[in-house]
């Protein structure tokens, strides 16, 4: 398959939250995989450290000038290299809006981020006629959960605060003109979240072009929630916990994100 082209849920800029995958995986397994952990954020998670916004200032910046202002910005929040590296794209902050607007209406959010490479290829293995996502796989996704990782949380929900006047600019410009991007941020989220974290094999079955999950609870994710299930139980912990940590700096209830869906 070579090198695919892959996406980073609810952005690399200023939030920077990921999801990644080209293929999708769906229907019935011959044995259900163990899912841990809630499939809902608790309300003590999501509750906590809210920012006092009257103490952040609106950056004003011409959208379409606004790049070299938001990589100084986000290489504040990280020193990890591969940021710097992804953030040498262009069109930041439409980027980022594309991106939370598709995964807050489940959609792959391929296209916005197809600036992220992903080395090596996609991988199942097969035991006894049963094909299975092979968690060596996993690896390819270990970067991007380290530079989630490395991200100060709370620097992102202040930049995304300061930011908020040229991305509800964009959010415009994409055909919303009298929405708040806030509440698309807040849905986008809550999706990521309530993503079931799967420890136990996931197994697949053959398509006419890809492979398919088999579990038909797995079937029922939509796709930006299938591309999260796919970089692996550990990754994947690592991109919800990051999104707690930042939805509590801005202040996210449960309520608030239950009420996004």
Known sequence: MGKKKTAVLVGVVVLVVATVAVYYFFLKPSQPPEITGSTQPEESLMSEMPLQEESIEPIEVELNKS??????????????????????????????????????????????????????????????????????????????????????????????????????????????????????????????IETPVIRDRIYLEKGVLNYHYADPELEKLNPSQKHLLRMGPDNMSVIQAKLREIARYLGYSFQDLKSAD
Request: charged share 30%; aromatic share 10%; net charge negative.
């Open 67 to 192: 790049d070299e202002l938001v990589r100084k910005l986000v290489e504040e929040l990280s020193s990890h290299p591969a940021l710097a590296q992804w953030l040498m794209t262009d069109y930041l902050i439409r980027r980022f809006v594309a991106t939370v607007d598709l995964i807050a209406n489940g959609e792959s959010p391929r296209r916005p981020m197809d600036f992220i490479e992903m080395d090596g290829d996609f991988q199942v293995r097969e035991e006894d006629g049963q094909v299975f996502l092979d968690p060596a796989g996993y690896d390819r996704y270990v970067r991007i959960a380290a530079v989630l990782m490395s991200l100060d949380a709370k620097g992102c929900a202040i930049l995304y605060k300061r930011l908020s006047p040229p991305i509800q600019q964009a959010y415009k410009e994409m055909g919303y003109p009298d929405e708040d991007f806030n509440a698309t941020l807040k849905k986008a989220i809550f999706n990521l």
